[in-house]
């Protein structure tokens, strides 16, 4: 349930309570843009990693999860 929130997601289950839309063009819609997200998301990785050394990347990936992780709490 806490990857639910997802605003993707939301909207594909809206998409889906819709009378006459084909269940089948809803998932595929969800589909195409999951995939097309995650290719640009390796295109970007890909980019990223010929400039900037790996472990850089790992520290600056961790460092950001917890900066998020704080305002969360701080937020909440």
Known sequence: MAELGDK???ATI???TERGTPKVVVFSGAMAALALA???AV???DRIGQILPFRLI???AG???IL???WIIVRG
């Open 8 to 10: 993707t997601q939301l």
């Open 38 to 40: 995650t290719a640009l």
């Open 68 to 70: 998020v992780g704080l």
């Open 43 to 45: 295109f970007v990785g």
């Open 14 to 16: 809206l998409f889906a």
């Open 63 to 65: 460092v950001g999860f």
């Open 58 to 60: 790992k520290v600056l």
